[in-house]
């Protein structure tokens, strides 16, 4: 069975665009978490999406948003870059929702914003 | 102050030695979770635990509920361990600890 995947694996953005990160999930998991991790620091949560709602959010400006398709997959986009927004963004999975359940990270996609 | 804590924040061993590397938390929790990242970024969940002690090959995990603190072990340490270990509280969110950076010496 395929691992969480990412596309695109790197990505260079310049100020005031917008981006659209995408995350497929392991088949059969319906819980998608994204997390931003800036350069040395450790992942910050951003989103959680369970059967395609909004179950978290964290302590991000509303230039983040993200959505989740009847399939499971999921697009996180970010409006207006600024260079704060150059980090690494990982999508992991989980089978539910909640619970001690364990999160499944995909690899993960690099954004530069100059 | 972080709500969850890792000591030490850089370990550099020789091969073979054994080496231990302690989490703190501060919340209430039904999981821990230790987790490798690698210098390419990906992140590979390696133990969840809610309590006791688990093992898997070279690597032991435990835990201490009460006193809200985790170690993860790794005996007989090869370079190839060299990674960062993160400890990580919650369910659907992640608390992230602030990380291990491990380098094992040929």
């Known amino acids: 069975d395929a691992g969480v995947t990412q596309s695109p694996t790197h990505l260079i953005k310049t100020r005031g665009q917008h981006v659209t990160l995408r995350c497929s999930p392991i088949s059969g998991h319906k819980s998608v978490s994204w997390y931003q991790q800036v350069l040395g620091q450790g992942p910050q949560f951003i989103f959680q999406y369970y059967e395609k709602e909004e179950r978290g959010r964290g302590n991000f400006p509303d230039r983040f948003s993200a959505r989740q398709f009847p399939n499971y997959s999921s697009e996180l986009n970010v409006n207006a870059l600024l260079l704060g927004d150059s980090a690494l963004y990982l999508c992991?999975?989980?089978?539910?929702?909640?619970?001690?359940?364990?999160?499944?990270f995909g690899p993960g996609t690099r954004l530069t914003v100059l | 102050k972080n709500e969850v804590e890792q000591s030490p924040q850089n370990l550099t061993a020789q091969e073979g030695e054994f080496i231990t590397i302690n989490c703190s938390y501060s919340v209430g929790i039904s999981a821990l979770h230790w987790l490798q990242q690698h210098p390419g970024g990906g992140i590979v969940s390696l133990f969840m635990l809610s309590s006791g002690k688990k093992k898997h090959g070279r690597l032991i995990a435990t835990i201490n509920i009460q006193e809200k603190h985790s170690s993860l072990h790794i005996t007989a340490s090869h370079p190839r361990d060299s990674a960062v270990y993160i400890c990580?509280?919650?369910?659907?969110?992640?608390?992230f600890g602030t990380g291990t950076r491990l380098k094992v010496l040929a």
């Open positions: 992991a999975s989980s089978l539910d929702d909640g619970g001690a359940d364990t999160q499944y």
């Open positions: 990580a509280v919650g369910t659907y969110k992640y608390i």
